[in-house]
């Protein structure tokens, strides 16, 4: 039976003691900053570069649209080769070059292969146009400043993803440090004191509580180590750049609280305002009602002033003509056109109500998440307070058990207890850390470095 014990022991011990390469390169792991890593994320990150370029888009689209009033200069030009009579004759009118012979039946009918050249160069400036040249303008003002805004609320949820994997790693490590500490005391009881023997069933009972106890523990310590492994991926790959990442690296020794205060206690904003995103939606409502009055040009009329310019050159000739004066166009009828000032209007109608309820739904998970927050830091402190005052029970009942006043199964419950608190206080902890990262996304708070 002893044979078996220690078996077991090295068995269990195998499955959370990394090898020995692993524990060389942990004592060698380089230590990272948060504000490090957020430094090379905001620069480097593939999500926030991509955020960069649509406001970069949506700041050139808006520039094209203030430029409605300029002018529209053009040119055209083309030289061809034609016997076809009535292209021929008009090539010669365009050339002032027309002669009583042209007008022979001959040479009417059969012109000959010709070569004929037309330049021209024309200006047009649009005066009228229903209005759509003043309302487009607008949209895209508000569509641009909805991009900016959602460029904002892409850098807070980069930052807000980058603040929770880290911490994650903080207490994650913490809860490690915890258990740990308590699987030593349990292989440390289970290494002096021979219980296992079943001709005494009581010291067997606590051998075996002992022994599950100790399951349990490397347990959590396995799932720890998944959490953290899928932690340090998930901040990785926020960055998905090789070369910043050292070979191995650990967070800075820093308590959660302090992250916490760091990097986003100290960020949150006194008054509730509103999120990045909500605002963006908002803009975007009045683009799209900007775009509804633009549609209404599609039955009004257009006006616009217009010149153009002519060179015309063939054999042996060539001339140059204008036209300049004012032009109305009319769309009378044309049915695809019909429903669109409809569409549009419940497209920013739909919009309009989208950003409403959003607003409501912002607000009460705002509510919800301080509320959260208030009642998870009231139980972190008491359950901090408890787990030194379970410390302490655990080295005086592991004293008791030692001068034989408490048996295995009593020292075995304040072990577990103690286990059952480490892993809520992380829960707890991770609740907290969870919930004011959302709050900070749920603000106007730009994030700047």
């Known amino acids: 039976?002893?044979?078996?014990?220690?078996?077991?022991?090295?068995?269990?011990?195998?499955?959370?003691?990394?090898?020995s390469g692993l524990a060389i390169v942990k004592e060698e792991a380089r230590e990272l900053g948060f504000q490090e890593i957020w430094s090379a994320i905001r620069q480097q990150s593939p999500s926030l570069g991509s955020a960069r370029a649509t406001t970069e888009a949506a700041d050139?689209?808006?520039?094209?649209?203030?430029?409605?009033?300029?002018?529209?200069?053009?040119?055209?030009?083309r030289s061809f080769v034609t016997d076809d009579p009535g292209t021929a004759l008009f090539a010669k009118l365009g050339e002032r070059n027309v002669t009583g012979f042209d007008f022979a039946p001959l040479a009417l009918n059969d012109p000959g292969t010709q070569t004929h050249s037309r330049l021209t160069l024309g200006a047009e400036l649009v005066l009228f146009e229903g209005g759509a040249r003043v309302a487009l303008p607008r949209a895209r003002e508000a569509g641009a400043e909805a991009t900016a805004l959602e460029g904002k609320g892409a850098v807070q949820e980069e930052y807000r993803r980058s603040a929770e994997a880290y911490g994650l790693l903080l207490l994650l490590g913490t809860q490690r440090e915890s258990l740990l500490r308590l699987q030593r005391l349990a292989d440390a009881t289970l290494s002096r004191y021979e219980l296992a023997g079943r001709a005494n069933p009581l010291g067997h009972s606590g051998y075996l509580g002992l022994q599950s106890?100790?399951?349990?523990?490397?347990?959590?310590?396995?799932?720890?180590e998944a959490r953290r492994r899928?932690?340090?991926?998930?901040?990785?790959?926020?960055?998905?750049?090789p070369a910043f990442w050292p070979e191995a690296w650990r967070p800075k020794k820093i308590t959660l609280a302090r992250h916490l205060g760091d990097t986003i206690?100290?960020?949150?904003?006194?008054?509730?305002?509103?999120?990045?995103?909500?605002?963006?939606?908002?803009?975007?409502?009045?683009a799209a009602r900007s775009t509804a009055s633009a549609q209404w040009s599609l039955f009004l009329p257009r006006v616009a002033l217009f010149g153009e310019g002519s060179l015309s050159a063939g054999p042996g000739a060539s001339a140059t003509a204008y036209t300049a004066g004012l032009q109305l166009q009319?769309?009378?009828?044309?049915?695809?056109?019909?429903?669109?000032?409809?569409?549009?209007?419940?497209?920013?109608?739909?919009?309009?109500?989208g950003a409403r309820a959003q607003q409501a739904g912002e607000a009460a998970e705002r509510l919800s998440l301080q509320a959260a927050a208030r009642a998870l830091s009231g139980q972190l402190e008491l359950a901090t307070q408890s787990l030194e005052l379970l410390e302490e029970q655990s080295e005086i009942a592991r004293k008791l058990f030692q001068n034989g006043l408490i048996n295995a199964l009593q020292l075995t419950e304040v072990y577990a207890r103690r286990v059952d608190l480490i892993v809520a206080k992380t829960q707890m902890e991770e609740g907290l850390l969870k919930a004011q990262a959302r709050l900070l996304t749920l603000s106007s708070v730009e994030i700047s470095q």
């Open 1 to 19: 039976m002893k044979a078996f014990k220690w078996k077991t022991l090295v068995t269990v011990l195998s499955l959370v003691t990394p090898p």
């Open 60 to 77: 050139t689209a808006r520039a094209r649209a203030a430029r409605h009033w300029f002018p529209r200069v053009y040119a055209s030009g």
């Open 213 to 224: 106890l100790r399951h349990r523990i490397n347990g959590e310590l396995l799932q720890n």
């Open 230 to 241: 899928g932690a340090l991926e998930a901040l990785q790959a926020l960055l998905p750049e």
């Open 265 to 286: 206690e100290s960020r949150l904003p006194t008054e509730p305002g509103t999120s990045f995103q909500l605002r963006a939606r908002e803009l975007t409502a009045d």
């Open 330 to 353: 009319w769309n009378l009828f044309h049915a695809p056109d019909y429903g669109a000032v409809g569409e549009a209007r419940a497209h920013s109608r739909a919009l309009e109500l």
